[in-house]
């Protein structure tokens, strides 16, 4: 058995908690719009054709906000033919996911969708076969009151308010040769800089997003976010990051460390901004928006080749996540809270049924994911401020990041809440024994801990089964000292008041 120990204080202050840690992504690909959120005719359809057991679930999951409309299908994006009559609505090829879009769902059904959600919709414009005219056009039409030929047509078209979008992202990916229009660093800086500045003139209180790497391993990283801020670091408010991870090769002990590679990320993308900003002598600080980021098995995805037929909503990217999946989900969601004080936003790709912590059968049943249960959690628990926590923990050897903790943890505080604890255990055979040092929180107790585990590691949930995989009581607690079993594969979130 593997023995850790950890403190809790409340002095050890990260940052507060930002509840747009706990953003998700909705984008024209596959079965995330239609069949996902948007299905006219499904017994659970309400008046506007949504889901009702989507949005049920999008409740429960937690969601702050929602970026859309992409994503790579955003670089090929014509906004106008998301408006108006749905029977005038034109349908057009996707190049991103070669698929036919027949924009039944658009800007003004996508709000409509928010506002039911209770989430903040975040908006993406095409930078990649558009540029600074048009993103100037949707602003107009979705925030602006009234008064102009753009404005008045989203009143026209049933949108009395103004949508009131804070955040917009400057295009999507465009470091990547997959991208629609991709781009050299200083090609996009420059269009993303001119962009920009022509939005704050319509509104400078937008808060903005340049495009940073598709991932760390892209060649142009670093390079890339350098010479992009170098172009905008005073016109934009953070910087994005987009990571995914798989196990490779039957390589369970490095990707559960994939946490490893996402700390890296952030850190050097901070090295970087930071770095520009003092030689422009700026004291501005320009945080991260990590606005994709999952388990995602690429690899079969590029395995299975790009269909000879333009098919409507084709299931594309439908991973069906394991318990071992959910565990390295869980790291990742630490990692995001752990590094506060800079990853200000971040976006789990996706919601609904693409690579997502809700699936759905077409005019069918609605259910759980693994991966949506730490999400959920980690929504619901975490509050005030997110702690330091730096555990003593023995280490385990991967073939990827070499030596790793084998405790990956981190902590929330709020003097009104109480205090819960985000733990994994990533030894894959090992229950992990946590002595927990929560002297200086006072006389707190343990007052419910949890755990996601199983003794198969690649369980799933199933629409037949789909409770296999669920948070469950831990009795393993000892109160005096403070310890708590963590079995082997483990996500874990110990309360304490």
């Keep these: 058995m593997h023995q850790a120990k950890l403190t809790l204080d409340p002095a050890f202050k990260v940052a507060p908690v930002s509840r747009r840690t706990f953003g998700t992504f909705v984008e024209h690909l596959g079965r995330c719009v239609y069949t996902g959120i948007y299905e006219p ?285 959910a565990v390295t989900f869980g790291g990742l969601l630490i990692t995001l809270l752990r590094n506060s004080d800079r990853v200000t936003a971040a976006s789990l790709a996706q919601l609904v049924n693409v690579i997502a912590p809700i699936m759905t059968e077409p005019g069918g049943r609605a259910w759980r994911q693994t991966t949506f249960h730490p999400f959920a959690q980690a929504s619901r628990h975490a509050a005030g401020d997110v702690l330091r926590v730096e555990p003593d923990s023995p280490l385990y050897e991967t073939k990827v990041y070499g030596e790793v903790p084998v405790l990956h943890a981190v902590a929330t505080h709020s003097a009104t809440g109480g205090t819960t604890l985000f733990a994994v255990n990533r030894s894959a055979d090992e229950p992990l024994s946590l002595e927990i040092d929560a002297r200086a929180l006072g006389g707190v107790r343990v007052v419910e801990a949890t755990t996601l585990t199983d003794p198969d590691v690649y369980a799933r949930n199933t629409a037949d089964d789909p409770a296999r995989i669920t948070p469950r009581p831990n009795a393993d607690v000892e109160p005096d000292p403070l310890r708590v079993l963590l079995p082997p594969v483990s996500w874990n979130v110990i309360r304490l008041a």
């Excluded at 057991?53 to 906000?65: A, I, M, Y």
């Excluded at 414009?125 to 602003?139: K, S, Y």
């Excluded at 997003?209 to 390079?223: L, R």
Aim: charged residues 25%; proline residues 5%; glycine residues 8%.
């Design 41 to 325: 005719g499904h017994p659970a359809a309400d008046e506007d054709g949504f889901r009702r057991d989507v949005l049920d679930l999008t409740r429960e999951l937690g969601v702050s906000t929602v970026r859309y409309p992409g994503g790579n299908f955003v670089s090929g994006y014509r906004w106008e033919d998301g408006i108006g009559p749905v029977a005038d609505r034109p349908r057009r090829l996707d190049l991103a996911w070669h698929s036919t879009e027949t924009n039944e769902v658009g800007v003004d059904e996508f709000v409509r969708w928010c506002r039911k959600a209770g989430v903040e919709p975040m908006m993406a414009v095409n930078l990649g076969t558009r540029g600074i005219a048009e993103a100037l056009d949707l602003l107009e039409y979705a925030n602006h009151p009234s008064g102009t030929t753009l404005s008045d047509l989203r009143i026209a078209n049933g949108a009395k308010e103004p949508h009131d979008i804070r955040m917009w992202c400057l295009g999507n990916e465009m470091d990547g040769p997959w991208q629609t229009g991709h781009k050299t660093a200083r090609e996009y800086g420059r269009l993303a800089a001119e962009t920009a500045r022509a939005m704050r003139m319509v509104d400078p209180k937008l808060e903005l997003v340049a495009c940073g790497s598709s991932s760390s391993s892209m060649p142009t990283f670093g390079s890339w976010e350098a010479e992009v801020l170098e172009e905008t670091y005073d016109l934009v408010d953070y910087i994005s990051c987009h990571a995914y991870y798989e196990e490779k090769d039957g390589d369970l002990g490095s990707f559960l460390a994939s946490s490893t590679d996402m700390e890296y990320f952030i850190s050097s993308v901070i090295a970087t901004a930071d770095h520009v900003g003092a030689r422009l002598k700026s004291r501005k600080k320009i945080n991260i928006s990590f606005d994709e980021w999952n388990v995602w098995y690429i690899s079969r995805f590029q395995d299975a080749g790009t269909p000879q037929d333009w098919p409507v909503a084709p299931p594309l990217l439908e991973d069906h996540y394991h318990l071992a999946d």
